[in-house]
């Protein structure tokens, strides 16, 4: 099979690596992909929203499968675009169409669906710039801390958690009159403030039934203890240790299955990854958002653990028998610290050169935000690599994943030196 994996981050090299081991497998390409995925796959550097570029790309390279990586080509509708060309309806998707899609491409959509089916989450009102005072009102009724969610995608940096009143409805002006996070926020969810301790569980779903993947849990602020700005994650960890049976067991029933029904009984055809982002609080989950995709940097700690053949998930998803497929796991924890340019997540420069990378022996590096120059591997984004580790203890495989980012250099490299430090 020739397979093409749409995206550039650290979660499309994590796919190609694990994709790379399958016997089924005879070209892997990945589009744009980054210098991790260069040298186990072919580069194509088309932008994955082009959803014509991806049409003679498919045609060109015989492609068997498309698995979509981020969101973006999801929630513009990459799926239902092959469903309705004649040449590309006959080759899977493994992603959400439309529909499906905006579980992520609006909150608004996603707690309505929650409300619907009864999954638990938190209380919640949406508001635009027409009625602005309203949420200003309405934020005068919650207690403090206020979260003010962007409606629409903007790059897992488009939640705000405040503690401050009057902060919380300059910055609700700001995002609804200002457009601080562009068409994104021309809807603002406010939701209460959920006090708990934050982790994500992994479904895959071929529309009927579904396998749930190991969870984990990711650092998402830029400063050590969980301070400063948002990011797209800084670090992760897997299996989570406060996640036991009994927890998981309540997700299972609280969480995943009301959604596979609430999906099938509104005429959602899913096919692919549902990311839970979950609040366990006093030992019950309640759900803070949902993704369309695999999380970022957590695909690089659940797919290091998986010792099955992933080609056979997906194969499950496309023909809608994952039912019959089964998958085994590592016992190991897998750790990922993230690598980021200076200055991240705001302003960052890009272009410089990565050296030691061959150095590396106790750890798998994935690539994000990388590029290859002249024959040198450069920084091209802000979150550039995660340097994963496994072992028998979060303290090893930590230990691990520092060590080896010593031997990594790049100008104005940037790094949580704390990742773990709540779990142990």
């Given at each position: 099979m020739n397979i093409l994996i749409l995206g550039s981050g650290g979660r499309e090299h994590a796919f190609a690596l694990k994709l790379s081991e399958s016997k089924k497998i005879n070209q892997l390409f990945v589009a744009p992909g980054n210098a991790g995925t260069d040298s186990i796959a072919k580069n194509i550097a088309i932008d994955p929203t082009d959803f014509n570029a991806v049409k003679r790309l498919v045609l060109a390279e015989a492609i068997h499968m498309?698995?979509?990586?981020?969101?973006?080509?999801?929630v513009a509708g990459v799926h239902d675009f092959f469903l309705a060309d004649?040449?590309?309806?006959?080759?899977?998707?493994?992603?959400?169409?439309?529909d499906g899609a905006m579980l992520e491409g609006s909150k608004d959509f996603s707690k309505i669906f929650m409300e619907k089916h009864g999954i638990p989450t938190a209380k919640y009102k949406s508001f635009t710039k027409d009625n602005l005072e309203d949420g200003k009102c309405f934020l005068e009724t919650l207690s403090p801390p206020y979260v003010l969610k962007a409606d629409g995608l903007a790059g897992g940096k488009g939640v705000l958690i405040l503690n401050s009143l009057e902060e919380a409805k300059s910055e609700l002006a700001d995002m609804l009159t200002n457009q601080k996070f562009g068409e994104a926020s021309n809807t603002v969810v406010i939701e209460e403030f959920l006090d708990g301790i934050e982790l994500s569980v992994f479904v895959l779903t071929d529309g009927k039934s579904?396998?749930?993947?190991?969870?984990?849990k990711d650092y998402k602020r830029i400063g050590e203890g969980d301070t400063g700005l948002n990011t797209g994650g800084m670090g992760a960890i897997s299996p989570v240790p406060f996640a036991s049976d009994d927890f998981l067991n309540k997700v299972e029933e609280r969480v995943v299955k009301p959604t596979i029904n609430g999906l099938q009984k509104d005429g959602i055809d899913y096919r692919g990854f549902i990311f839970i982002g979950l609040m366990n609080i006093k030992g019950d989950p309640f759900v803070v958002e949902y993704n369309v995709r695999m999380g970022d940097p957590e695909t690089e700690v659940v797919l290091p653990r998986l010792e099955s053949d992933l080609l056979e998930l997906f194969e499950g998803v496309a023909?809608?028998?994952?039912?019959?497929?089964?998958f085994s796991l590592k016992s190991q924890t897998a750790t990922t610290v993230m690598l980021v340019a200076g200055g991240y997540p705001e302003a960052y420069e890009k272009g410089k050169e990565?050296?030691?990378?061959?150095?590396?022996?106790?750890?798998?590096?994935?690539?994000?935000?990388?590029?290859?120059?002249?024959?040198?591997?450069i920084t091209n984004g802000g979150r550039v690599m995660a340097v994963t580790s496994l072992g028998d203890t979060i303290e090893e495989t930590l230990k691990k994943s520092y060590d080896s980012i010593n031997k990594i250099h790049f100008e104005d490299m940037n790094y949580r030196k704390d990742i773990g430090f709540d779990l142990i």
């Open positions: 498309v698995i979509v990586g981020p969101e973006a080509p999801l004649v040449d590309l309806k006959d080759i899977p998707v493994i992603g959400p169409k439309k579904y396998k749930v993947l190991p969870s984990a023909n809608q028998n994952l039912h019959e497929k089964s990565i050296t030691g990378l061959e150095n590396v022996t106790e750890s798998i590096v994935f690539h994000a935000g990388t590029t290859t120059k002249n024959g040198k591997t």
